[in-house]
């Protein structure tokens, strides 16, 4: 990593493929700085991923096999991220929310997945509390019109 590219002040330590050293002594508040850096990066990896993914299919027609080889990660981490960062646009994304909230609501008309992700953010949702509330509606939805129904014949039992 270039000096102008690291997040550690110069010549206070260097980061390398499997290590983050330090050679020089941090401020306190340059330890924190590097803290929060890492967990911006940590939360934008697999949109990063998904970006770059969507760009090279774009530009260049290449598409998993690279995105595999190049990051190592599995044909179905390297999909989800290019499925997730193609629905959910750059400008559409906040910051507040982690890559895994955006997976929770990826199934829903654009619309609903806005207005729960705008929930997410003002209620500060985890994951979890966000799938439940997604969940919680569509039992809620669902239960309301739809029979009971045998699962293994088909037939109509009893309305719910």
């Given amino acids: 990593m270039t000096e102008e590219n690291s997040i550690i002040p110069s010549g206070k330590g260097e980061i390398t493929q499997t290590a983050m050293t330090f050679t020089g002594n941090l401020e306190f508040e ?70 895994t909230h955006y997976t929770a609501v990826a199934g829903e008309e654009p619309e609903r997945a806005k207005e729960l992700l705008i929930t997410a953010v003002k209620d500060s949702l985890t994951v979890e509390e966000l799938k439940t509330l997604r969940r919680g509606e569509k039992e809620e939805t669902s239960s309301d019109h739809e029979p009971l129904v045998c699962p293994h014949c088909g037939q109509v039992m009893a309305e719910k």
Avoid: C
């Fill in 30 to 99: 340059e330890w924190l700085q590097i803290g929060h850096q890492l967990k911006a990066m940590s939360q934008g990896l697999m949109f990063w991923i998904g970006d770059w993914l969507n760009y090279g299919e774009n530009r260049y027609g290449e598409n998993y096999a690279q995105a595999m080889d190049v990051t190592g990660y599995s044909y179905r981490t390297v999909k989800q991220a290019k499925y997730i960062a193609h629905k959910f646009p750059a400008e559409e994304r906040n910051d507040e929310l982690t890559f």
